[in-house]
């Protein structure tokens, strides 16, 4: 069973960059097919794609935050990193990894609080 897990600064202050990583046990991130993603969710909001990286590497980010993201990975660490510039508190929110597809999810984190405020 593939497990995620998301590590992080839970406090970044305003203007600062915010780099989340997300451990992957149980299966590689580099087996054929699946898409490695960060989503969010704020207070009172739904969930939010914010971007994704493939088994080879390919990345793709969500129009609304391709300018402030970026996803990286260690295969030799079976991990791979979000990377988020000039936060604001509207970034405050619970990030979250996960596996899946083009556009669906089968295994997900539990969730990181990210509170951004000085």
């Known amino acids: 069973q593939v497990q995620l897990q998301e590590s992080g600064p839970g406090l970044v202050k305003p203007s600062q960059a915010l780099s989340l990583t997300c451990t992957v046990s149980?299966?590689?991130?580099?087996?054929?097919?699946?898409?490695w993603k960060w989503c969010r969710q704020s207070p009172g909001k739904g969930l939010e794609w914010m971007g994704s990286i493939t088994y080879s590497g390919t990345t793709y980010y969500s129009p609304s935050l391709k300018s402030r993201t970026s996803i990286s990975r260690d295969t030799s660490k079976n991990q791979f990193t979000l990377h988020l510039s000039s936060v604001t508190p509207e970034d405050t929110a619970v990030y979250y990894c996960?596996?899946?597809?083009?556009?669906?999810?089968?295994?997900w984190g539990q969730g990181t609080q990210v509170t951004v405020s000085s």
């Open positions: 996960g596996r899946g597809g083009n556009s669906w999810l089968d295994y």
């Open positions: 149980g299966g590689s991130i580099t087996t054929n097919s699946y898409y």
